[in-house]
């Protein structure tokens, strides 16, 4: 018997899925510097399925866990990778427990704010999660019937009490997870 041996197929197939994946990796690596169109990208992505949802009037369910998703990811972002409440309930223990150690103190070193979740990431899950959304909308069987309205009150009680707690740790730990861009300096006069 002629056949051609199986792994053949299987491997010209994952031949092309890797080729796939890396000229896709390549054009989401060249995005990157482009802030300003991807989030326009995002926000006219997002504009569409708003959009799709007010003239169908219908899949509320998936507008909503959307927005529960796209609030998780904001909360992420603007989160620090290391807690200060962790860190200081730490510090408190290895005081009791040590003698002397190197400098925690906010005043004493300069650290500086890193992200749970980077920007790039945000932008790719948010835009992954509205394509996946929007999808979602083109089957009648997610279409749950809902009263959208106690829907929409809960997730801005949601979002209100969310942001509250987030904004009040961001005062108590004292720190900024916006920059505006770059410090300038004055230009030192030359005589």
């Known amino acids: ?12 197939f994952s031949a092309y899925q890797i080729a796939f994946e890396r000229k896709y990796q390549a054009w989401l690596d060249s995005t990157t510097p482009f802030v300003t ?5 995002f926000a006219g992505l997002l ?3 708003t959009l799709r949802i007010l003239i169908a009037q219908g ?3 998936v507008c909503y866990a959307l927005g529960i998703y796209l609030l998780n990811l904001f909360l992420a972002f603007l989160t620090p990778k290391f807690d200060p409440a962790l860190e200081e309930e730490l510090e408190m223990e290895n005081e009791s427990e040590e ?15 890193v992200r749970r979740l980077p920007e790039f990431k945000f932008w790719y899950s948010a835009t992954k999660a509205t394509i996946f959304s929007l999808f979602c909308t083109l089957f009648e069987a997610l279409d749950l019937p809902v009263f959208w309205p106690i829907l929409v009150m809960y997730f801005l009680l949601l979002f209100f009490l969310t942001m509250k707690r987030q904004i009040q740790h961001m005062i108590r730990y004292k720190y900024l997870p916006f920059t505006v861009g770059k410090k300038q300096y004055a230009k030192a006069s030359t005589k």
């Open 1 to 12: 018997m002629d056949e051609a041996p199986e792994g053949s197929t299987l491997s010209k």
């Open 37 to 41: 169109q991807r989030w326009a990208a």
């Open 47 to 49: 504009f569409t399925f």
């Open 59 to 61: 899949w509320y369910v």
């Open 99 to 113: 003698g002397p150690s190197l400098p925690t103190k906010s005043d004493e070193e300069f650290r500086p704010f």
